[in-house]
């Protein structure tokens, strides 16, 4: 398994944008596939976008064209570029990683691996 810790969460105004980054400590980051979860009050954790190993992407409907992950191999670090952000997208999210991809897809097992979660608000 591998460690993982979010940064750069905050309070911002719809349609404002937010980076957040996930670094991880462990070896072999490379053949990890890499995610973000995100949770709102009261509901169930769902995904929100995915990298997997060769560079491919997945993101959940409810996002695409709007957040943005991306992996940097060197830095053991994967980040979620979010912009035009909606009050829709508050909610704690979640790093997470695992090396068989099928667990990072939508309505996919649970990754392995999770980052303690970072708070996400956007006000209307």
């Known amino acids: 398994q591998v460690q993982l810790v979010e940064s750069g969460g905050g309070l911002v105004q719809a349609g404002g944008s937010l980076r957040l980054s996930c670094a991880a400590s462990g070896r072999a980051f490379s053949s990890y596939a890499m995610g973000w979860f995100r949770q709102a009050p009261g509901k169930e954790r769902e995904f929100v976008a995915a990298?997997?190993?060769?560079?491919?992407?997945n993101y959940a409907d409810s996002v695409k064209g709007r957040f943005t992950i991306s992996r940097d191999n060197a830095k053991n670090a994967v980040f979620l570029e979010m912009i035009n952000l909606k009050p829709e997208d508050t909610a704690v999210y979640f790093c997470?990683?695992?090396?068989?991809?099928?667990?990072?897809?939508?309505?996919?097992?649970?990754?392995?691996?999770w980052g303690q979660g970072i708070q996400v608000t956007v006000s209307s």
């Open positions: 990298i997997y190993r060769g560079g491919g992407t």
């Open positions: 997470a990683a695992d090396q068989f991809s099928s667990r990072l897809q939508i309505g996919g097992p649970r990754p392995a691996s």
